[in-house]
């Protein structure tokens, strides 16, 4: 049979002989779901042996197993590129992939083996070069009840029909924290959309006076309700919200201890939990599992979302309420319990919540979904794995591709004592000129398109590049050769992106509301610019100090030489760092700005540019103590352009580890000093604070202050304040240990108490707050590092004293 449709997903199963068959999840175009073997793709990896060897002699090598030897399947002779250089290999082939850590490991006596440490699932995509979420057409024949593949090609235009269930669960919580054997689920929500239309539902065991509402008569019966309404729904994607380490994973071990079945897969396989890398995913065969919890966090650390970047936390409600105009219902969650032991009123106010949760996760999963959709496809990993990867882990899987494709061998991960050595060995970083603090009128920043993916194009940069005999080559700052003529995949991968994200950009100018041409732009720069940093990744397959500092070498030159020639032309250059730089335009012009940029890009390679980011009419820059007085510091900047835009770097204000009262303060202060040019009104915002301070009319909302624990309670040594507020509040028994622990808590300072850390008190517990240390070390050390640059003083803006100077 003939199927057309998208690869939705990659894994594998393990029959009752051993043997493994990739199964691939196709979801046709048709509607309907259908499962593909290939059963002729067999797990492998590869040996360089150290002296001659044959076929015949790898054949022979034993391992003993209960089961009796353990022998490679087959062996065949191949050539594959090793550092740039063709050598003779051999390919040996496992029974099962279990068997290739094992064979390849009583193999190392011969040689050096590789590619061991490639999952199975991920060496068939990377073998046959899929691209999932793309239109494939799949010629299939059935046997022995199985569809078994017989060709795949990718093609036409794909157009993405899946079928999606965002959901949450509630449980019951006496003492907070859920205790897996005693307490039950006890609601259940879903939000759908399949098969062209949409619906909500809540499934629970009481009666609830709400039209949404579906009661089952116990516990089993709730997650038979949920596992039926799944398949009913044919549902493509499972999307939850920290649903990994909690919602799905609860209902697993609650199903054990109850002693029932709870499985959500399409076809023959478990639900299961695995980790990948320090995370864990979900697995659910024939479906996909998207943990939006990690998708947001991801699209945060790497800044592709304005909407997302000043969260104090990534709690579903706080998501929400940055995106949507609406604000997400709530209810104490520490009192679920009580809520659904008290009345009828109580019960739809928790049906409400639950149901809210699931609507507000449809509406993030709108959102953010298209962005780990075209991560997927730009790599050509399953979204399964690539909703949970790191930008490092994505180029890694990138390099594997089409490292594959070049016919390069792929490197080994490096072992514990090669990262340790890695680490201690770290690479000169950028070049930085600190600007001399102030406020300044009438600047403009200049920074290189990409800098450092550019180098690596231009220069040819890549650990199989290096050279100490050729020829034609480029010579790095460092004095490290790189090879004219052979190219490096890095470079070839990184023009690839560059080129798809201009061609992408014109058609996303043509269509500004289609959500995938934007992600994917988002995707090709996310990865673009992830290279240089997976060079320098002490766990890196690629890792090369060489490469990696010859490009910040590379770029410590660039840079200085454009701040060189700016000031060449006369210009003034105020800043410079990484990849821009600021430049005082004074008494020369905009258009003369313009005309030094044209000027000097017309003297770069072909594949860099300066860009004019933008004009500014004021600026403050300020300064950092330093031995004998202050400097300048860096990436510690505001501007407003000549439209209006403030730009800011590195300010409290965009930090969750200063208070609002500081952050907002401090805000209002650059508002005044870049649109209105006021150093008074800059002065007078902050005495005003201080004096509310004072007189105690600031709500204790303003002034908590939120950080994460990283670890268990009793694992630090110091004692801080978020320490003190989490320790004060367990030992009281207002917190359990698990509900602080490793998450992001707010505490206020108080008044009671001898040191910073005894005054610390969980926000939701503190009754008062101690202006003084709000003055002193939250509002004054926020704002004084610009009104300084005005010649105002502490006691000045405490109203203890007067004004120096202006």
């Known amino acids: 049979m003939r199927i057309e449709g998208i690869i939705l997903d990659v894994d594998y199963l393990i029959g009752n002989s051993g043997v493994a068959a990739i199964r691939m999840t196709i979801k046709g175009n048709d509607g309907r779901a259908y499962a593909v073997f290939d059963k002729e793709f067999k797990p492998y990896f590869y040996i360089l042996p150290t002296s001659k060897m044959t076929v015949e002699e790898l054949l022979a090598v034993s391992i003993a197993n209960p089961d009796g030897s353990m022998r490679p399947e087959n062996v ?9 250089k063709d050598e003779d290999v051999f390919r040996v082939f496992a029974k099962s992939p279990i068997q290739v850590p094992r064979l390849s490991s009583a193999m190392g006596r011969y040689g050096t083996c590789y590619e061991y440490d490639i999952p199975f699932a991920k060496r068939y995509t990377i073998d046959r070069d899929i691209t999932p979420l793309s239109n494939y057409e799949i010629e299939a024949v059935e046997e022995d009840g199985r569809l078994t593949l017989k060709s795949m090609k990718p093609v036409g235009s794909t157009q993405l029909q899946l079928n999606v269930m965002c959901f949450d669960i509630e449980v019951y919580n006496p003492l907070g924290i859920p205790r897996v054997a005693k307490d039950p689920v006890i609601m259940i929500s879903y939000f759908f959309s399949s098969k062209g239309r949409s619906g909500i539902e809540v499934l629970t065991t009481k009666r609830i006076n709400r039209d949404f509402v579906t009661t089952v008569k116990d516990e089993k019966a709730l997650f038979e309700a949920f596992a039926a309404k799944v398949n009913e729904l044919d549902v493509d994607l499972i999307v939850g919200y920290n649903s990994a380490n909690f919602d799905i994973k609860y209902m697993l071990d609650r199903a054990k201890a109850l002693g029932i079945k709870f499985n959500l897969s399409r076809y023959e396989g478990e639900t299961r939990l695995e980790s990948h890398g320090l995370v864990q995913r979900v697995k659910i065969g024939g479906r996909v599992h998207v943990d939006m919890y990690q998708v947001v966090k991801f699209v945060s650390i790497v800044g592709a979302s304005e909407s997302v970047l000043k969260l104090t936390d990534h709690k579903l409600k706080t998501v929400y309420d940055a995106i949507s105009k609406d604000k997400k219902p709530t209810v104490d969650k520490m009192s679920i319990y009580k809520i659904w032991d008290g009345s009828p009123k109580d019960l739809e106010t928790l049906a409400d919540y639950n149901l809210s949760d699931s609507q507000a996760l449809n509406a993030v999963y709108e959102m953010f979904i298209p962005i780990t959709i075209e991560m997927a496809r730009t790599t050509g990993d399953v979204l399964s794995d690539t909703a949970v990867s790191t930008t490092g882990q994505l180029v890694d899987y990138l390099l594997m591709r089409y490292a594959n494709r070049a016919g390069e061998m792929i490197p080994n991960k490096p072992d514990e004592s090669e990262i340790k050595n890695r680490l201690a060995n770290p690479i000169e970083g950028a070049y930085v000129k600190t600007p001399e603090p102030g406020i300044y009128d009438n600047l403009a920043i200049f920074d290189f398109r990409g800098l450092y993916p550019s180098i690596i194009i231009s220069y040819n940069i890549d650990p199989s590049t290096i050279c100490y005999d050729c020829k034609e080559y480029f010579e790095s700052p460092l004095g490290t050769k790189f090879d004219k003529k052979r190219k490096g995949i890095m470079p070839a991968i990184l023009k690839m992106l560059i080129d ?16 995938f041409l934007a992600g994917r732009s988002s995707a090709l720069k996310i990865l673009s610019n992830s290279f240089y940093g997976y060079l320098g990744y002490a766990r890196s397959r690629w890792y090369s100090r060489d490469s990696a500092g010859s490009v910040t070498a590379y770029g410590r030159q660039y840079i200085k030489e454009t701040i060189k020639a700016a000031e060449d032309r006369g210009f003034k250059v105020l800043y410079g760092d990484t990849d821009s730089i600021v430049i005082l335009i004074g008494n020369k012009t905009k258009e003369d700005a313009l005309a030094f940029l044209k000027d000097f890009n017309s003297k770069l390679p072909e594949n860099m540019e300066l860009e004019a980011e933008d004009f500014f009419k004021r600026g403050v820059f300020v300064g950092r103590k330093v031995e004998g007085g202050t400097a300048g510091a860096k ?15 590195g300010f409290e204000l965009v930090r969750r580890d200063w208070s609002r009262i500081a952050r907002e303060t401090q805000r209002r202060v650059l508002e005044a000093i870049l649109k209105e040019g006021s150093a008074e009104k800059a002065a007078e915002i902050v005495k005003q604070v201080v004096k509310n301070l004072k007189d105690g009319k600031v709500p204790l909302s303003e002034l908590a202050i939120s950080t994460q624990l990283r670890k268990g309670i009793d694992s630090y040594d110091s004692k801080s304040p978020e320490l003190g507020a989490a320790r004060k509040a367990v030992q009281s028994g207002k917190k359990r240990k698990e509900e602080v622990e490793e998450g992001v808590i707010s505490f206020v300072i108080t008044k009671h108490g001898s040191s910073i850390s005894d005054k610390a008190e969980l926000e939701e517990f503190a009754k008062d707050y101690d202006p003084d240390y709000y003055i002193n070390h939250q509002v004054l050390p926020a704002t004084m590092r610009i009104l300084k640059e005005l010649n105002f003083n502490e006691d000045e803006l405490k109203g203890l004293g007067t004004q120096k100077k202006l």
Do not use: H
């Open 500 to 515: 798809q994200r201009a061609s992408v950009k014109r058609e996303y100018k043509k269509n500004p509301d289609d959500k």
């Open 635 to 649: 990436k510690k900047y505001a501007l407003i352009s000549e439209t209006g835009r403030i730009k800011i770097r």
């Open 76 to 84: 065949e002779a191949a050539k594959r590129k090793i550092a740039g």
